[in-house]
């Protein structure tokens, strides 16, 4: 099974790839179309801004490439944001694969620190992406935007409100937590993945 990892100018992305070696996976880290349109899974990890990962993408004309792919892809944190179609992060027009908007957190109470950053439960799981006996685990954050709950919802977390912690559509599946940090839960969730 070939997993590509989409190369691009985003953090995160190698921490992703220990992640899979650690579970005996070898993925290529590629920017190529051919080697992502022929990869098995696509991953679409990364920790940046909006906008500027957004141009960037066009730029290359990744956009296109991951918007048409058929076989499984998982966006992670920026990876899942930019799967939106629109972020208030430099009021960037995104993907457009879920129809739904990214939102700045706009902090209620004192200790609503911003960004979200630490370990927080997960629940109301769609089990296709995510395994049921990680019901109410923790996962990893950290961002400073959200995606509100929507038709896409594959999980919600609780920070100011509750949110998307992961959502899905078709062959694309995203989340806005680190798999690759969240220990044993994480491995867990990128174990089902793989045997989508």
């Not at 009021?91 to 630490?118: A, Q, S, Y």
Request: proline share 5%; hydrophobic share 40%.
């Amino acid at each position: 099974m070939k997993i590509a990892i989409v190369k691009y100018n985003a953090g995160n992305i190698y921490s992703v790839d220990h992640a899979l070696k650690r579970l005996g996976v070898n993925a290529v880290i590629t920017a190529d179309k051919e080697e992502l349109m022929s990869a098995d899974k696509v991953i679409f990890p990364g920790q940046g801004e909006a906008s500027t990962t957004m141009a960037y993408l066009k730029q290359h004309r990744l956009d296109e490439v991951i918007k048409n792919l058929k076989q499984p892809l998982f966006g992670i944190c920026i990876g899942m944001q930019l799967m939106c179609r629109h972020s208030e992060e430099g009021d960037t027009e995104c993907l457009g694969i879920f129809d739904t908007v990214v939102k700045k957190f706009l902090p209620e109470k004192h200790e609503d620190k911003i960004p979200h950053m630490g370990w927080n439960s997960i629940y109301d799981l769609n089990p296709v992406l995510l395994p049921r006996s990680i019901e109410n685990e923790f996962v990893y954050f950290v961002h400073s935007y959200y995606v509100p709950l929507n038709e896409f919802t594959a999980a919600t977390t609780d920070y100011v409100q509750p949110f998307s912690a992961a959502m899905q559509k078709d062959n694309f599946y995203a989340c806005q937590f680190h798999p690759e940090k969240s220990g044993k839960v994480g491995e867990e969730i990128l174990k089902q993945f793989l045997e989508i």
